[in-house]
Each structure stands twice: as structure tokens, then as C-alpha cells.
């Protein structure tokens, strides 16, 4: 029996032992904290529109920050870092091609304070020249800005019954820059936009076309062009009718004692 005692007794000292060399030189649990990773993807705060831009709309509180993928910057993007008081620099300014929303704001598509809107329109070289229009004279009132369309100038003949008129296409595929609209109301008190002036994009050259015309025609009517048409090279135009150096000479027709001068083609 004292044999079994200290066998028991035995054991339980050596379990102790085991159970403070075990305490003793066991290391504490160690809690591992991930430090934080760089976001796979570099992004850099642009500005862009909030909402819907139109043409000739002005810029005021429409654009924020918005973080931008950095491989995807382009030229003309507004950064904070290059200019963080962009959004008070740009307020007043007008729109001069639309911009969506979320679009990136680019300066290319804005005209500063104080400047004209249709000189911002026009390319280098071209000139904005306006002609009255009615509604029936302009496709139904169907022409907006940037459709591009013929100009043809009809004339009246001689005096004679019943009455005859000349039609001739002066200018083809000019592009119409502004419709200035009116509000009119029909016969049945129902109001309708219509057309009274068009401002169209023309070379100096054509520019002198038209005003010829003008005094020229009975009426000036613009046929409305297809916009797959909008590549195909037309040429100057009716340069016959303007009298300008460098263009062929005039005839003089003499009848019954009247001195006609016919303008003379190129």
C-alpha cells in the first residue's frame, strides 16, 4: 500500500514539475496587426461636372473633387494638386461643349469670364455672319445649332404673268453656329419656336457671297443636309457673284442706250 502511495506521489511531482518547466519557458501569445497597404491602384483628386452641362450654360456650383485612377489622367484634367481653388477660379464661366455628368472638366470646353461665346464658336480664319430666316424658309423650323446646311437664293424675273423666279445653291454644308428663336402663337393660341435669324460659319470669301446675295435675292432659303453629308467637300461657293480682285472680269451689256454691268464667273 505505501508502495502504491508513493508511486502516486511520484507521479504527481513529476506532473508539477512538467507543469512549471512548461510555465516557465512557454512565450506569451503574440498578436499579429497587419500594417495597412498602399491601395493597389495610385488615384488623384480631379474635378468633374455633377450633372448635366449644355452648351451655353454657366458654370457655378456643378463640379466637385473626385478621385481619378492616375494611369488614366489626361491632358487638360484639373487637378487639386496643381489647383486646389479650381472651383472658384472656373465659377462664371460658360460652357462651350457640353460636358456630362462625371465628365472630367477641361478648360478646352469653357470660355472664361468676359469673353464672347460665338468668337469661342468659330475656328481660326472663319467668320460668323447672320441672314434672316422664317420658319417655312428653314426645313419647318427643324435647324439647330451645328446642323449643317445649303443656302439657296431665289430671285424673281422679270415683271410678267404668271410670275417666274431663279433658284441657284450659293453656299453648301455650312454649319450653322446659333438659331435665334422666338416664341410665336398660332391661330389657335398654341405657342411655337420659330427661327428668325441663323448664324452660319463661313470663310471670309463665302462671307462676301452671302452679303451679295442678300441684296441679290427676293429670298434666302436653308435646306437642311444629312449628317453623313457633313465630310463632303462642296467648295466655295457662287464666287461668280462677288466683283473682288483676283476674280474674272465683268461684262458690260449695252441696250437701248442702258449700261448693264453682268458680274463675270472666276
Known amino acids: 500500500m505505501q508502495k502504491a502511495r508513493?508511486?502516486?506521489?511520484?507521479?504527481?511531482?513529476a506532473a508539477a514539475g512538467a507543469a512549471g518547466y512548461i510555465a516557465t519557458h512557454m512565450k506569451p501569445d503574440v498578436t499579429v496587426v497587419a500594417a495597412p497597404q498602399e491601395p493597389q491602384i495610385k488615384l488623384q483628386d480631379i474635378l468633374v461636372a455633377t450633372e448635366n452641362l449644355g452648351v451655353g450654360a454657366e458654370v457655378q456650383g456643378q463640379m466637385r473633387w473626385q478621385p481619378w485612377p492616375?494611369?488614366?489622367l489626361a491632358d487638360g484634367y484639373i487637378k487639386r494638386s496643381d489647383r486646389?481653388?479650381?472651383?472658384?477660379?472656373?465659377?462664371?464661366?460658360?460652357?462651350r461643349l457640353q460636358i456630362f455628368p462625371g465628365e472630367p472638366i477641361r478648360e478646352a470646353k469653357l470660355i472664361g469670364k468676359g469673353q464672347s461665346f460665338m468668337s469661342a464658336q468659330l475656328p481660326a480664319g472663319m467668320r460668323a455672319v447672320a441672314t434672316q430666316i422664317a420658319a417655312d424658309t428653314a426645313a419647318g423650323g427643324f435647324?439647330?445649332?451645328?446642323?449643317?446646311?445649303?443656302?439657296?437664293?431665289i430671285r424673281e424675273m422679270e415683271q410678267g404673268t404668271p410670275k417666274r423666279y431663279a433658284t441657284e445653291t450659293i453656299l453648301r454644308n455650312i454649319r450653322v453656329l446659333a438659331i435665334d428663336q422666338t416664341i410665336q402663337e398660332d391661330e389657335t393660341g398654341q405657342k411655337t419656336k420659330v427661327g428668325s435669324t441663323a448664324t452660319l460659319e463661313l470663310t471670309p470669301e463665302q462671307a462676301e457671297i452671302l452679303a451679295v446675295a442678300q441684296q441679290m435675292a427676293s429670298r434666302m432659303t436653308l435646306v437642311l443636309r444629312s449628317l453623313q453629308d457633313a465630310q463632303e467637300v462642296t467648295g466655295p461657293g457662287a464666287e461668280y457673284l462677288v466683283n473682288s480682285p483676283g476674280r474674272a472680269g465683268n461684262v458690260k451689256l449695252i441696250k437701248s442706250g442702258e449700261v448693264t454691268e453682268i458680274l463675270g464667273r472666276k
Open 143 to 153: 435647324i439647330l445649332p451645328d446642323d449643317f446646311v445649303d443656302v439657296i437664293m
Open 70 to 72: 492616375v494611369d488614366a
Open 6 to 13: 508513493l508511486v502516486i506521489l511520484t507521479v504527481a511531482v
Open 84 to 95: 486646389p481653388n479650381a472651383e472658384e477660379e472656373l465659377k462664371g464661366s460658360t460652357v
